[in-house]
C-alpha cells in the first residue's frame, strides 16, 4: 500500500511537471496498475484519502503556451480570414464557444479537469 501511495505521487508529479492533465480515471486506472504488481486493489475511498494526503483538488487544466506572438499573429490572421471568406462566399459557418478562440490560439484553452496541489 505504501509502495503504491509513493509510486501514485510519483506518476502524478511527473504528469504535472509536463503540464499534463491528470484525472481522477487515470488515477484510479494508474493506481490499479501499480496496485497490481504488489497485490494491491486500491478502492475508491483509498484515493479520496490519497488525494486528500497530497492536498489535491480539482482545478481547470490549461495546456502548455507554446506560441511565439508571430505564431499567434499568424493563426489569428488566418481565423479572421477564414470568418471573412465565409462570409463573402454566404456560406455562414456555426462557430461554437467562440469566446475561448483567441484562447485557443495562445495555446490556454482549457483542456478539461485535472487536479492540482492546493494553493498552487
Not at 20 to 28: E, G, S
Not at 39 to 62: D, E, I, M, Y
Not at 75 to 104: C, G, M, T
Request: positive net charge; glycine residues 6%; hydrophobic residues 40%.
Amino acid at each position: 500500500q505504501v509502495e503504491v501511495d509513493s509510486l501514485l505521487w510519483v506518476y502524478f508529479s511527473a504528469r504535472r511537471d509536463d503540464s499534463l492533465a491528470v484525472t481522477n480515471r487515470d488515477l484510479v486506472a494508474e493506481a490499479n496498475r501499480l496496485g497490481g504488481r504488489v497485490g494491491f486493489q486500491p478502492t475508491s475511498k483509498w484515493l479520496q484519502n490519497w488525494k486528500t494526503r497530497h492536498n489535491l483538488v480539482p482545478c481547470a487544466a490549461q495546456r502548455k503556451v507554446s506560441h511565439t506572438m508571430d505564431d499567434i499573429r499568424q493563426r489569428l490572421q488566418k481565423l479572421h480570414e477564414f470568418i471573412f471568406l465565409s462570409r463573402l462566399r454566404r456560406k455562414y459557418v456555426a462557430i461554437l464557444n467562440f469566446d475561448e478562440i483567441p484562447w485557443s490560439v495562445a495555446g490556454k484553452m482549457s483542456g478539461g479537469g485535472t487536479l492540482e496541489i492546493r494553493g498552487t
